[in-house]
């Protein structure tokens, strides 16, 4: 089934390990997105990618990075986690930059930074 | 105050009730989204709007541009419809997301 995968679909983490969180779509989108999605808070935009080989920050982008090396794959890294990263994490993406043009999300992936 | 509000927070209905969730937003936007999120954690796109009304089996979505304001309706509802509906401004430079609205139909 065409779609986004993320992995693993949940994690639990010490502080100060790093971690990365993959994600990847077989549809062949431009646009690829990371979420962090928080009680009370709504989903917020960490990290995207308008195309292979371009990021950009987010909302909240600090303690993460991302790269693009194609356009399938869009892994998501905590250098060094922090109790506050505990969140669930949905990786997004659309055929082309921008919401507007439609858009799929992954099924999430449950982090518990201890 | 949030660039986008959605009321209720919580929803609780007997099943068959006409249920509405609204949105309100306080910025342009080129479309607006409306997303469900089931108690499995995944989200599905449910609809975007410019302008008007859009119809997708018992769901309905409506829009007035010149109040800012939205809202999806959900007739003859069902247990199965119980999820947290997410709506969501498209400003074509980011997608800003109101809190969601947690809807529970009991049967």
């Known amino acids: 089934t065409a779609g986004i995968t993320q992995a693993p679909t949940s994690q639990i983490l010490a502080a100060g390990r790093s971690m990365t969180l993959r994600c990847t779509q077989d549809?062949?989108?431009?646009?690829m997105y990371w979420y962090r999605q928080d009680l009370g808070l709504g989903l917020r935009l960490i990290h995207y990618s308008n195309t292979a080989g371009t990021t950009g920050k987010g909302e909240v982008p600090d303690g993460y990075s991302v790269s693009r090396a194609n356009t399938d794959d869009f892994p998501l890294t905590l250098a060094s986690a922090v109790p506050s990263q505990t969140s669930v994490y949905f990786c997004a993406s659309s055929p082309a930059g921008g919401f507007g043009y439609g858009y799929t999300f992954g099924s999430g992936t449950r982090l518990t930074v201890v | 105050k949030n660039e986008v509000e959605q009321s209720p927070q919580n929803l609780t209905a007997q099943e068959g009730e006409f249920i509405t969730i609204n949105c309100s937003y306080s910025v342009g936007i080129s479309a607006l989204h409306w997303l469900q999120q089931h108690p499995g954690g995944g989200i599905v796109s449910l609809f975007m709007l410019s302008s008007g009304k859009k119809k997708h089996g018992r769901l309905i979505a409506t829009i007035n541009i010149q109040e800012k304001h939205s809202s999806l309706h959900i007739t003859a509802s069902h247990p199965r419809d119980s999820a947290v509906y997410i709506c969501a401004a498209d400003r074509d430079d980011k997608i800003i997301f109101g809190k969601g609205t947690r809807l529970h139909i009991l049967p």
């Open positions: 549809m062949r989108h431009n646009a």
